[in-house]
Structure formats: C-alpha cells, structure tokens
Nanobody, 118 residues
C-alpha cells in the first residue's frame, strides 16, 4: 500500500510559479513510477508529467513542456512538480499518482488546488 499526500497548491498570478509536493508513505516508494495529473472544472482528468522510479525518464504533456519540471527524491519518499510561467489554463486540481512501471497508476492522492489568475 502507498498513501500519497499532495501539498503546495494555491492562488498565483499568471506568470508566477508554484512547487507541488507529493509525500508518499511506505517503504517501496522508490520502486514506483510517479505521475502528476490535473482536472479542471467540467473537464476530464489529464496527464501532466511522469517520472520513472530511477528518475532516468521523464514525460510531459505538450502544453507544459519547458514550463513544468517533475523530480523526485527517493530517500525522502517525495515527488515534486515545479511549475513556472503559469497560465490561467493551468488552473485545476492537481493529483499525484504511483504505479508499477508499465502498469496503470494504482495509488492516487487527494489532490491540491492550483488557481492561476489573469
């Protein structure tokens, strides 16, 4: 079992930055790939970024490439999402997720709200 708790969300003006954190419980964190997803009101949940268990591989949706950076510190059971140059369209609830490589994400956090004002 892995429990995930996100933090770091808030209200920021367009062009600003936020850093989301996702703290995981359990001793097997380092064996999971981690992802960030988001869901805006009235929209489907969408993929934002992912990082492999080893940090060797990272993936981003096109609209955040060059602005967002995903990273992890396995020794601290934490994954981060650094978000720069934020836009109003980035407004959403952001969720972190954990999963075994090659499989569906199995564990999800409760989400943290990010609001970007224009």
């Amino acid at each position: 079992q892995v429990q995930l708790v996100e933090s770091g969300g808030g209200l920021v003006q367009a062009g600003g930055s936020l850093r989301l954190s996702c703290a995981a419980s359990g001793r097997t964190f380092s064996s999971y790939d981690m992802g960030w997803f988001r869901q805006a009101p009235g929209k489907e949940r969408e993929f934002v970024a992912a990082i492999s268990w080893s940090s060797i591989d990272t993936y981003y949706r096109d609209s955040v490439k060059g602005r967002f950076t995903i990273s992890r510190v396995n020794a601290k059971n934490t994954v981060f999402l650094q978000m720069n140059s934020l836009k109003p369209e980035d407004t959403a609830v952001y969720y972190c997720a954990a999963g075994v490589s090659g499989a569906e994400y199995e564990y999800w956090g409760q989400g943290t709200q990010v609001t970007v004002s224009s």
